[in-house]
């Protein structure tokens, strides 16, 4: 019984440390958007994200000329990978070569979630087309789910500008040719 008690006491301090011990778990997050499976095309899609971004943690703007990356909220996979399968799924069927440069893709100081960065379309035929895009979407309420959501909504709205883009270059291909073809008879 004198042993009992000793080692009884010592299992109840270990449990109560554990129980005190602060939660420090990793939470992992993927984009809703790049769960979409992506088409298969005959475009060649070439997709870069800025250096700062091209690392496991989400990026947030702490002051005008500060990131922080988190270190207990980070991507499931890398973001780049999501970024491009999320898009492809949001493109036309097309041929030619898509090259998109994310520049930003961060929370913000003012509660936004801001998606930045540019375009390039090289088609079979005719010159290469292009843009940029600046996206925001606010933040509707605190936390890194939120951002991710927001950050999303951001994303899916610029793919959604480019498929448009590339869209109406498709719909001007064929009524080019289709006009060529009403001359030749």
Same mark, same amino acid.
């Given at each position: ?11 109840? &301090? ?19 958007? $790049?769960?979409? $499976?992506? *088409?298969? *095309? ?5 997709? *870069? ?24 909220? +980070?991507?499931?996979?890398? &973001? #780049? ?5 999320? &898009? ?8 030619? #070569?898509? /090259? ?13 979630? /801001? ?6 379309? *090289? ?12 996206? /925001? ?8 789910? #939120? ?16 498929? +448009? +883009? ?7 291909? +064929?009524? #080019? ?6 001359? /030749?008879?």
């Amino acid at each position: 019984m004198a042993i009992r008690l000793p080692l009884l006491l010592l299992m109840l &301090l270990a449990l109560t440390a554990c129980a005190q011990a602060p939660v420090t778990g990793e939470r992992h997050y993927l984009l809703p958007s $790049a769960r979409l $499976a992506a *088409q298969q *095309q005959p475009l060649a899609l070439r997709l *870069q994200v800025a250096g700062y971004l091209d690392q496991a943690g989400l990026v947030l703007e702490t002051g005008p000329a500060t990131l922080t990356s988190a270190r207990s909220h +980070r991507w499931a996979e890398p &973001l #780049e990978e999501q970024l491009k399968r999320s &898009l492809a799924a949001a493109l036309p069927k097309t041929d030619g #070569e898509l /090259r998109v440069t994310v520049s930003r893709f961060q929370g913000t100081t003012d509660g936004d979630a /801001r998606v930045s960065g540019e375009w390039r379309f *090289q088609g079979t035929g005719g010159p290469p087309v292009g843009g940029t895009f600046d996206k /925001r979407q606010a933040l509707e309420r605190d936390g890194y789910e #939120e951002l991710v959501l927001r950050l999303d909504a951001a994303w899916m709205e610029a793919a959604g500008d480019i498929a +448009r +883009r590339l869209a109406a270059l498709k719909h001007d291909a +064929r009524v #080019e040719n289709s006009g060529d073809r009403d001359d /030749r008879d």
